[in-house]
T-cell receptor, first 115, second 114 residues
Framework: DTAVSQTPKYLVTQMGNDKSIKCEQNLGHDTMYWYKQDSKKFLKIMFSYNNKELIINETVPNRFSPKSPDKAHLNLHINSLELGDSAVYFC??????????????FGPGTRLLVL | AQSVTQPDIHITVSEGASLELRCNYSYGATPYLFWYVQSPGQGLQLLLKYFSGDTLVQGIKGFEAEFKRSQSSFNLRKPSVHWSDAAEYFCAVGTTSGTYKYIFGTGTRLKVLA
């Protein structure tokens, strides 16, 4: 059983399109995250949700809209895709947002290529 | 500002040789430090973490790391590298000011020669 799963694994699309990436965790965690890993492997947090509520929004463009229908799911919708959105997007979860000692568990990543 | 620096972008070692990956952090309070490994095409897996207590931390796959407050470092070590250790290694600090989050270093890519 995969603890944190993401779909799709690969996504190739044209500039200007709208796309979504889905994330599900079966660990019973309260907190979920989205990270962006650029071409230089730099990982940066985009959003975090705790029990379906937005906690962190790291000055991500409004074209990115996370949605958490329940605490096991955190989806990422991207409008009007741009070339610079090409990256690997990782979903992660942790038991408790309030604890910095909590380990984050990462999904396998979604490789997005915008043409 | 909080930051994590991994000075070595690439490291190549021979199988069986020892390994040390460097990590320096800049953080005002007591840091919560992590090392993650990313195998090709995979997500990140936690190797080990440090919060307090013994400054030498043991992790999975035979890795260990030592926290040195005076040097603001948290270097990862392994006495004998295996070919399967070839991967990208990320150091991270968990921040406690404001909203908790990770700040990652830029990663070190490890290549293992047979």
């Amino acid at each position: 059983d995969t603890a944190v799963s993401q779909t799709p694994k690969y996504l190739v699309t044209q500039m200007g399109n709208d796309k979504s990436i889905k994330c599900e965790q079966n660990l019973g965690h309260d907190t979920m995250y989205w990270y962006k890993q650029d071409s230089k492997k730099f990982l940066k947090i985009m959003f975090s949700y705790n029990n379906k509520e937005l906690i962190i929004n790291e000055t991500v463009p409004n074209r990115f809209s996370p949605k958490s229908p329940d605490k096991a799911h955190l989806n990422l919708h991207i409008n009007s895709l741009e070339l610079g959105d090409s990256a690997v997007y990782f979903c992660a979860s942790s038991p408790d947002l309030a604890g910095p000692q909590e380990t984050q568990y990462f999904g396998p990543g979604t490789r997005l290529l915008v043409l | 500002a909080q930051s994590v620096t991994q000075p070595d972008i690439h490291i190549t070692v021979s199988e069986g040789a020892s390994l040390e990956l460097r990590c320096n952090y800049s953080y005002g309070a007591t840091p919560y430090l992590f090392w993650y490994v990313q195998s090709p095409g995979q997500g990140l897996q936690l190797l080990l973490k440090y919060f307090s207590g013994d400054t030498l931390v043991q992790g999975i796959k035979g890795f260990e790391a030592e926290f040195k407050r005076s040097q603001s470092s948290f270097n990862l070590r392994k006495p004998s590298v295996h070919w399967s250790d070839a991967a990208e290694y990320f150091c991270a600090v968990g921040t406690t000011s404001g909203t908790y989050k990770y700040i990652f270093g830029t990663g070190t890519r490890l290549k293992v020669l047979a």
